[in-house]
């Protein structure tokens, strides 16, 4: 005869099993499901996402942000080829976005995972690098500008010519941009910034060779950091770098130099063989809510194409000329490009002059 309390035990350990075994018989789906986690592996400039809205959309969605950074388009590109699935989003300059494209590195996008679409601006969708917004989504555009320290620098600058000047030897910040720097001594020559003729980059080098003297440093990731201590009395940087050293040092000004105005646009991509598209794709909407993305601008002052953000934003942040061009400067203005096989040759100059530091 079994003893009550056994009896008792008995049947617990039954009803358990019982329990247990019906967990067991549920969909290998369900149960997979709920075991995977959540995640989006994010791939990002750095100093181009505020930690806070990271966190925001962490809480609000339960998907954890992986996020790892670089500093430039080339770097991007090198990692992401080199790995394939391990990033589900990544930000890429428009000339990059067709790179990817022609290189059929980039997953479609889901717009209709993507209503918040609807608040980009007319002026940034449809773009000649990625007709229709099939494998790109907009997320801030800007420019390079030149930043002077007035309170060092008494000598009037409104041009990329005064750069060279020997006054300004180890005093310059510039960005780590391939792009940017070949582009502005193209220009310098009265031809594209996406010049091919071998003649202008050769004289480009050479030209580029002659200002390393005055460079202190390449920095495309805080620039602003040397032009606020001091370290640097001018800066050819991104344009928020630029608003931001001024909002710590009054005395920094920024300008559009004569020779051209250099224009980008960032833009969300996810790269081939993405493991968390959707959660990709959900990371993206996110960012494109206008309280979100204008808070995004307050700290990050560059152009936001999100026309809904742009109204939640004070006039101080609109109404400045280097966050927000004028029309004119629009006009001056011109975008990187893809340069095909010719890459090549902007490639070799670049590796050429870095190694010559």
Do not use: H
């Not at 930000?91 to 997953?107: G, P």
């Not at 910034?193 to 460079?215: C, G, H, W």
Request: charged share 25%; aromatic share 8%.
């Amino acid at each position: 005869m079994i003893k009550p309390w056994k009896w008792k035990t008995c049947l617990s350990l039954l009803t358990t099993g019982a329990l247990l075994l019906m967990a067991g018989c549920g969909s290998d789906s369900a149960a997979n499901s709920d075991s995977k986690p959540k995640v989006v592996n994010v791939f990002n400039w750095s100093n181009y996402l505020p930690e806070e809205v990271i966190k925001q959309f962490e809480q609000e969605s339960g998907i954890k942000v992986n996020y790892s950074t670089y500093s430039s388009n080339e770097e991007m590109l090198a990692k992401l080829t080199a790995s394939s699935g391990v990033y589900d989003l990544a930000v890429a300059t428009s000339y990059m976005v067709d790179i990817m494209r022609k290189q059929q590195l980039l997953e479609p996008i889901d717009l209709t995972k993507i209503p918040n679409f609807q608040n980009i601006g007319e002026d940034y969708v449809n773009q000649a690098f990625d007709p229709n917004n099939e494998n790109s989504v907009p997320y801030l555009a800007g420019n390079v500008v030149i930043a002077v320290n007035t309170d060092k620098v008494k000598t009037p600058i409104d041009s990329y010519a005064d750069l060279w000047k020997p006054e300004f030897k180890n005093s310059l910040v510039v960005v780590d941009d391939m792009r940017a720097l070949i582009g502005m001594t193209n220009q310098m020559q009265g031809k594209s910034m996406n010049e091919t003729d071998p003649a202008v980059l050769a004289k480009s080098k050479q030209m580029l060779k002659e200002l390393l003297p005055n460079i202190k440093a390449f920095d495309s990731d805080n620039p602003k950091s040397l032009l606020i201590n001091g370290e640097a009395s001018v800066g050819f940087v991104y344009g928020a770098e630029a608003a931001l050293a001024q909002k710590e040092v009054p005395a920094i000004k920024a300008f559009y130099p004569k020779e051209g105005v250099i224009l980008w646009m960032d833009n969300f991509v996810i790269p081939k063989d993405a493991k968390n598209k959707e959660a990709a794709e959900a990371f993206i909407n996110f960012l494109l809510k206008p309280e979100v993305s204008a808070a995004i601008s307050k700290e990050i002052p560059y152009t936001n194409p999100n026309k809904k953000a742009k109204e939640l934003l004070d006039k101080a942040i609109t109404d400045d000329p280097i966050v927000y061009p004028t029309e004119a400067d629009l006009k001056r203005g011109e975008y990187a490009g893809d340069l095909g096989d010719k890459v090549t040759e902007y490639d070799r100059l670049w590796n050429e002059l870095k190694s010559s530091q």
